[in-house]
């Protein structure tokens, strides 16, 4: 199985190291996740995926994933390929400006049945 992400749609949105948010979707299986958001600084990107705030006991709040894979591997080597087709599309797409996203070349981040377990 040959997993690969489309991106939907991008929304350059910049504070900290947050660069903007992007819907994609991962075939197979044929999952959209809305609001992955990407973040860049001193050279490195990464994308967490959407999360909402949960109140703890003692009254403080922290931002709990609504999704993650069951294997941690597999989660980054996922997290890896949205990065790079992230990448890609930015660099691809008019208009897009001010985007940390680097133009570099980047290993085939293609995964087998074995690396993420869909």
């Known amino acids: 199985m040959n997993i690969k992400v ?13 660069e903007g948010y992007a819907d ?19 050279g490195r990107q990464w994308v967490r995926y959407p999360a909402r705030p949960v109140k703890k006991p003692d009254g403080t709040t922290v931002w709990e994933n609504i999704i993650s894979l069951a294997d941690f591997g597999a989660q980054k080597r996922l997290e890896a390929l949205i990065v790079s087709e ?4 930015l660099n691809a797409t008019v ?4 985007s940390s996203v680097q133009n570099e070349e ?9 690396d993420i377990p869909f």
């Open 6 to 18: 489309k991106i939907l749609q991008w929304k350059e949105y910049h504070k900290n190291s947050l």
């Open 24 to 42: 994609i979707e991962v075939t197979p299986p044929g999952i959209i996740i809305r609001g992955v958001r990407l973040f860049g600084k001193d």
């Open 86 to 89: 992230l990448k890609k599309y």
């Open 95 to 98: 208009g897009i400006v001010g």
């Open 106 to 114: 980047e290993p085939d981040n293609s995964s087998n049945e074995d």
